[in-house]
Protein backbone atom coordinates (compact mmCIF):
# COMPACT_ATOMS: atom_id res chain seq x y z
CA UNK A 1 0.00 0.00 0.00
CA UNK A 2 0.85 3.83 -0.94
CA UNK A 3 0.61 6.37 1.93
CA UNK A 4 0.15 10.15 0.62
CA UNK A 5 0.77 12.39 2.90
CA UNK A 6 -1.12 15.93 2.61
CA UNK A 7 -0.08 18.10 5.31
CA UNK A 8 -2.41 21.27 3.36
CA UNK A 9 -5.27 19.80 1.55
CA UNK A 10 -7.80 21.45 -0.39
CA UNK A 11 -11.30 21.41 -1.67
CA UNK A 12 -9.89 22.00 -5.56
CA UNK A 13 -12.41 23.72 -8.10
CA UNK A 14 -11.64 23.78 -12.05
CA UNK A 15 -13.47 26.67 -14.13
CA UNK A 16 -13.86 26.43 -17.83
CA UNK A 17 -14.30 30.53 -18.65
CA UNK A 18 -14.09 31.52 -22.06
CA UNK A 19 -12.58 34.06 -23.08
CA UNK A 20 -11.49 35.44 -19.58
CA UNK A 21 -11.34 38.94 -18.88
CA UNK A 22 -10.00 40.58 -15.85
CA UNK A 23 -12.88 43.23 -14.10
CA UNK A 24 -15.84 41.59 -16.27
CA UNK A 25 -18.58 39.21 -14.97
CA UNK A 26 -18.28 35.26 -16.36
CA UNK A 27 -20.09 32.34 -16.05
CA UNK A 28 -18.57 28.92 -15.64
CA UNK A 29 -20.63 26.46 -18.56
CA UNK A 30 -18.12 23.90 -16.55
CA UNK A 31 -16.29 23.19 -13.55
CA UNK A 32 -15.38 20.28 -11.71
CA UNK A 33 -14.81 20.42 -7.78
CA UNK A 34 -12.14 17.45 -5.81
CA UNK A 35 -10.76 17.11 -2.83
CA UNK A 36 -6.78 18.44 -3.98
CA UNK A 37 -3.68 18.95 -2.56
CA UNK A 38 -0.63 17.58 -4.25
CA UNK A 39 -1.10 14.03 -2.15
CA UNK A 40 -4.54 14.26 -3.10
CA UNK A 41 -4.08 13.83 -6.53
CA UNK A 42 -1.81 10.96 -6.63
CA UNK A 43 -3.61 9.59 -4.12
CA UNK A 44 -6.71 9.51 -7.10
CA UNK A 45 -4.57 9.10 -9.23
CA UNK A 46 -3.37 5.52 -8.02
CA UNK A 47 -6.34 4.46 -7.29
CA UNK A 48 -7.62 5.19 -10.88
CA UNK A 49 -4.77 2.73 -11.67
CA UNK A 50 -5.30 -0.33 -9.20
CA UNK A 51 -3.07 0.74 -6.87
CA UNK A 52 -3.69 0.15 -3.13
CA UNK A 53 -3.81 3.49 -1.55
CA UNK A 54 -4.17 5.55 1.58
CA UNK A 55 -4.38 9.13 1.97
CA UNK A 56 -3.46 11.05 5.08
CA UNK A 57 -3.52 14.48 6.17
CA UNK A 58 -5.40 17.87 7.75
CA UNK A 59 -9.01 18.29 7.30
CA UNK A 60 -11.15 21.10 8.96
CA UNK A 61 -14.45 23.30 9.16
CA UNK A 62 -16.95 22.74 5.77
CA UNK A 63 -14.02 22.17 3.26
CA UNK A 64 -12.41 19.51 5.40
CA UNK A 65 -16.27 18.05 4.90
CA UNK A 66 -16.27 18.44 1.17
CA UNK A 67 -12.70 16.85 0.73
CA UNK A 68 -13.59 13.68 2.87
CA UNK A 69 -16.67 13.41 0.54
CA UNK A 70 -14.48 13.94 -2.60
CA UNK A 71 -11.99 11.29 -1.14
CA UNK A 72 -15.15 8.74 -0.09
CA UNK A 73 -16.89 9.14 -3.97
CA UNK A 74 -13.15 8.28 -5.65
CA UNK A 75 -13.05 5.15 -3.13
CA UNK A 76 -9.33 6.63 -1.68
CA UNK A 77 -9.60 4.87 2.06
CA UNK A 78 -8.18 8.36 4.31
CA UNK A 79 -6.99 8.77 7.69
CA UNK A 80 -7.63 12.82 8.05
CA UNK A 81 -7.13 14.59 11.46
CA UNK A 82 -9.78 16.98 12.42
CA UNK A 83 -7.81 20.64 12.52
CA UNK A 84 -9.54 23.81 14.23
CA UNK A 85 -8.87 25.85 11.51
CA UNK A 86 -10.95 25.79 7.81
CA UNK A 87 -9.12 23.86 4.97
CA UNK A 88 -8.60 26.36 2.09
CA UNK A 89 -9.81 26.08 -1.38
CA UNK A 90 -7.84 26.29 -4.80
CA UNK A 91 -8.78 27.68 -7.58
CA UNK A 92 -8.23 26.79 -10.74
CA UNK A 93 -9.89 28.60 -14.09
CA UNK A 94 -9.03 27.43 -17.75
CA UNK A 95 -9.60 29.22 -20.63
CA UNK A 96 -10.21 27.10 -23.85
CA UNK A 97 -10.02 29.91 -26.13
CA UNK A 98 -6.72 30.96 -25.69
CA UNK A 99 -5.30 27.91 -23.96
CA UNK A 100 -4.68 29.78 -20.42
CA UNK A 101 -4.87 28.45 -17.27
CA UNK A 102 -4.90 30.70 -13.70
CA UNK A 103 -4.09 29.02 -10.63
CA UNK A 104 -5.42 30.89 -6.95
CA UNK A 105 -4.50 28.89 -4.43
CA UNK A 106 -5.48 30.12 -0.65
CA UNK A 107 -2.37 29.94 1.91
CA UNK A 108 -4.78 27.13 4.39
CA UNK A 109 -4.96 27.12 8.15
CA UNK A 110 -2.69 27.06 10.35
CA UNK A 111 -2.07 23.86 12.57
CA UNK A 112 -1.49 23.32 16.03
CA UNK A 113 0.97 21.51 18.25
CA UNK A 114 -0.90 18.90 19.48
CA UNK A 115 -3.08 18.58 16.02
CA UNK A 116 0.40 18.20 14.45
CA UNK A 117 1.54 15.44 17.64
CA UNK A 118 -1.81 13.78 16.64
CA UNK A 119 -1.20 13.46 12.99
CA UNK A 120 2.57 12.01 14.13
CA UNK A 121 1.10 9.38 16.39
CA UNK A 122 -1.12 8.08 13.69
CA UNK A 123 1.09 7.99 10.23
CA UNK A 124 3.41 5.91 12.67
CA UNK A 125 0.56 3.39 12.88
CA UNK A 126 -0.12 3.95 9.27
CA UNK A 127 3.51 3.42 8.35
CA UNK A 128 3.18 0.09 10.01
CA UNK A 129 1.15 -1.39 6.55
CA UNK A 130 2.82 0.92 3.71
CA UNK A 131 5.58 -0.47 1.38
CA UNK A 132 5.79 3.66 0.30
CA UNK A 133 4.79 6.97 1.89
CA UNK A 134 4.55 10.03 -0.80
CA UNK A 135 5.10 13.41 0.95
CA UNK A 136 3.30 15.93 -1.56
CA UNK A 137 2.54 19.62 -1.22
CA UNK A 138 3.02 22.24 1.00
CA UNK A 139 3.04 22.88 4.31
CA UNK A 140 0.55 24.81 6.54
CA UNK A 141 1.58 28.50 6.92
CA UNK A 142 2.37 28.37 10.65
CA UNK A 143 4.66 24.94 10.01
CA UNK A 144 8.48 24.44 10.05
CA UNK A 145 9.36 22.73 7.60
CA UNK A 146 11.71 20.27 10.26
CA UNK A 147 8.10 18.58 10.27
CA UNK A 148 7.72 17.36 7.33
CA UNK A 149 11.51 16.59 7.42
CA UNK A 150 11.56 14.49 10.39
CA UNK A 151 8.32 12.33 9.18
CA UNK A 152 10.55 12.00 5.96
CA UNK A 153 13.49 10.64 7.77
CA UNK A 154 11.05 8.77 10.24
CA UNK A 155 9.82 6.66 7.33
CA UNK A 156 13.09 6.10 6.09
CA UNK A 157 14.01 4.97 9.30
CA UNK A 158 10.98 2.15 9.25
CA UNK A 159 12.68 0.82 5.68
CA UNK A 160 10.27 2.55 3.35
CA UNK A 161 10.40 4.05 -0.12
CA UNK A 162 10.04 8.15 0.90
CA UNK A 163 9.09 10.50 -2.09
CA UNK A 164 9.15 14.12 -1.98
CA UNK A 165 7.24 16.16 -4.06
CA UNK A 166 6.93 19.76 -2.52
CA UNK A 167 7.99 23.45 -3.12
CA UNK A 168 11.69 24.66 -3.97
CA UNK A 169 11.92 25.48 0.08
CA UNK A 170 9.86 22.32 1.60
CA UNK A 171 12.23 20.66 -1.06
CA UNK A 172 15.65 21.81 -0.20
CA UNK A 173 14.86 20.91 3.36
CA UNK A 174 13.51 17.30 2.73
CA UNK A 175 16.76 16.09 0.45
CA UNK A 176 18.70 16.75 4.22
CA UNK A 177 16.13 13.22 5.11
CA UNK A 178 17.84 11.37 1.87
CA UNK A 179 14.71 10.60 0.38
CA UNK A 180 14.68 7.74 -1.78
CA UNK A 181 12.90 9.97 -5.07
CA UNK A 182 11.93 13.21 -5.68
CA UNK A 183 9.88 14.40 -8.34
CA UNK A 184 10.14 18.18 -9.03
CA UNK A 185 8.76 19.93 -12.09
CA UNK A 186 11.54 21.82 -14.06
CA UNK A 187 10.95 25.07 -12.68
CA UNK A 188 11.21 23.82 -8.92
CA UNK A 189 14.21 21.56 -9.55
CA UNK A 190 16.09 24.65 -11.21
CA UNK A 191 15.52 26.47 -7.78
CA UNK A 192 16.60 24.11 -6.40
CA UNK A 193 19.54 23.12 -8.42
CA UNK A 194 20.51 26.90 -8.67
CA UNK A 195 20.89 27.00 -12.22
CA UNK A 196 18.30 27.08 -15.34
CA UNK A 197 17.66 24.47 -17.53
CA UNK A 198 18.62 25.95 -21.23
CA UNK A 199 20.13 22.66 -22.60
CA UNK A 200 19.21 19.02 -22.98
CA UNK A 201 22.46 18.55 -21.34
CA UNK A 202 21.49 20.53 -18.49
CA UNK A 203 18.85 18.04 -17.10
CA UNK A 204 21.39 15.46 -16.38
CA UNK A 205 23.44 17.79 -14.79
CA UNK A 206 20.27 18.77 -12.25
CA UNK A 207 19.51 15.34 -12.19
CA UNK A 208 22.62 15.11 -10.14
CA UNK A 209 22.66 18.41 -7.87
CA UNK A 210 19.68 16.52 -6.61
CA UNK A 211 21.27 13.39 -5.81
CA UNK A 212 24.27 14.92 -4.61
CA UNK A 213 21.69 17.00 -2.41
CA UNK A 214 20.31 13.87 -0.79
CA UNK A 215 17.83 12.27 -2.91
CA UNK A 216 18.41 8.66 -3.68
CA UNK A 217 17.10 9.13 -7.05
CA UNK A 218 15.20 12.44 -8.46
CA UNK A 219 13.22 12.61 -12.05
CA UNK A 220 12.21 16.47 -13.58
CA UNK A 221 9.64 16.68 -15.73
CA UNK A 222 9.52 19.93 -18.09
CA UNK A 223 6.50 22.11 -19.82
CA UNK A 224 7.04 20.29 -22.74
CA UNK A 225 5.96 16.94 -22.11
CA UNK A 226 9.58 15.99 -21.50
CA UNK A 227 10.93 14.09 -18.46
CA UNK A 228 14.37 12.52 -16.80
CA UNK A 229 14.20 9.86 -14.17
CA UNK A 230 17.48 8.76 -12.71
CA UNK A 231 18.42 4.76 -12.65
CA UNK A 232 21.39 2.16 -12.01
CA UNK A 233 21.90 2.68 -15.76
CA UNK A 234 21.91 5.80 -16.53
CA UNK A 235 19.50 8.40 -17.20
CA UNK A 236 15.90 7.23 -18.89
CA UNK A 237 14.34 10.34 -20.99
CA UNK A 238 10.58 10.02 -22.16
CA UNK A 239 8.95 11.64 -24.70
CA UNK A 240 4.85 12.34 -24.11
CA UNK A 241 2.73 11.64 -27.14
CA UNK A 242 0.83 15.17 -28.32
CA UNK A 243 -2.53 15.57 -27.33
CA UNK A 244 -5.43 17.77 -27.41
CA UNK A 245 -4.73 19.19 -23.87
CA UNK A 246 -7.77 20.37 -21.90
CA UNK A 247 -5.68 20.74 -18.82
CA UNK A 248 -2.11 20.57 -17.77
CA UNK A 249 -2.98 21.23 -13.83
CA UNK A 250 -2.28 18.21 -11.85
CA UNK A 251 -0.44 16.50 -14.71
CA UNK A 252 2.62 16.14 -12.27
CA UNK A 253 0.61 14.64 -10.01
CA UNK A 254 -0.64 11.70 -11.93
CA UNK A 255 2.97 11.21 -13.80
CA UNK A 256 4.39 10.61 -10.10
CA UNK A 257 1.47 8.07 -9.33
CA UNK A 258 2.26 6.14 -13.01
CA UNK A 259 5.66 5.90 -12.06
CA UNK A 260 5.10 4.70 -8.64
CA UNK A 261 2.34 2.38 -9.90
CA UNK A 262 4.89 0.95 -12.67
CA UNK A 263 7.80 0.85 -10.04
CA UNK A 264 6.63 -0.62 -7.02
CA UNK A 265 2.68 -2.15 -7.33
CA UNK A 266 3.31 -3.73 -11.30
CA UNK A 267 7.00 -3.98 -10.32
CA UNK A 268 7.95 -2.70 -14.07
CA UNK A 269 11.51 -1.86 -15.26
CA UNK A 270 12.10 1.74 -15.19
CA UNK A 271 11.67 2.64 -18.95
CA UNK A 272 8.43 0.83 -18.50
CA UNK A 273 7.45 2.76 -15.43
CA UNK A 274 8.45 6.32 -17.23
CA UNK A 275 6.51 5.40 -20.03
CA UNK A 276 3.50 4.63 -17.72
CA UNK A 277 3.88 7.66 -15.93
CA UNK A 278 4.34 10.06 -19.15
CA UNK A 279 1.00 8.46 -20.50
CA UNK A 280 -0.72 8.73 -17.30
CA UNK A 281 0.14 12.87 -17.82
CA UNK A 282 -0.77 12.81 -21.06
CA UNK A 283 -4.22 11.22 -20.18
CA UNK A 284 -4.81 13.88 -16.78
CA UNK A 285 -4.48 16.84 -19.70
CA UNK A 286 -6.93 15.64 -21.39
CA UNK A 287 -9.30 15.73 -18.92
CA UNK A 288 -10.47 18.73 -16.30
CA UNK A 289 -9.42 17.95 -12.86
CA UNK A 290 -6.26 17.09 -11.11
CA UNK A 291 -5.70 12.58 -11.16
CA UNK A 292 -9.34 12.41 -12.88
CA UNK A 293 -8.42 10.17 -16.08
CA UNK A 294 -9.10 6.76 -16.85
CA UNK A 295 -6.34 4.27 -16.64
CA UNK A 296 -7.59 2.19 -20.29
CA UNK A 297 -6.62 5.90 -21.90
CA UNK A 298 -3.67 6.38 -20.28
CA UNK A 299 -1.94 3.11 -21.09
CA UNK A 300 -3.19 3.93 -24.57
CA UNK A 301 -1.16 7.12 -24.33
CA UNK A 302 2.02 5.05 -22.59
CA UNK A 303 2.55 3.26 -25.87
CA UNK A 304 3.04 6.28 -27.76
CA UNK A 305 5.75 7.91 -25.58
CA UNK A 306 9.64 7.83 -26.57
CA UNK A 307 11.82 6.84 -24.28
CA UNK A 308 15.51 6.51 -24.54
CA UNK A 309 18.85 5.84 -22.23
CA UNK A 310 20.78 8.96 -22.42
CA UNK A 311 24.57 8.27 -23.20
CA UNK A 312 25.82 10.40 -19.89
CA UNK A 313 25.14 8.13 -16.97
CA UNK A 314 24.27 9.45 -13.89
CA UNK A 315 27.46 8.40 -12.69
CA UNK A 316 29.31 10.16 -14.81
CA UNK A 317 27.36 13.09 -14.38
CA UNK A 318 28.31 13.68 -11.17
CA UNK A 319 31.67 13.69 -12.17
Do not use: W
Amino acid sequence: MILTVTLNAAVARTLVVPSLTLGHRHRAPESVTLAGGKGMNVARSLRALGTPVLAAGFAGGRNGDAIRDGLSDAAIPFDLVEIAGHSRTSTAIVDPMSGSQTEINEHGPDVSPAEAKEFSRRLEHLMEYATAVVFAGSVPPNMEESFLVGLVRRARERGLYTVVDSPPSTLRAALKADPSLVSPNQHEAESVAGFDFIEDADFPLGLSRLVELGAANACITSPEGHSYLTTEDGIISALAPRIEAVSTIGSGDAYLAGLLAGLLHRNLAPAEAIRLAAGCAAANAETLGAGHFEARRAEELAEAVQVDLLDRALQESRN
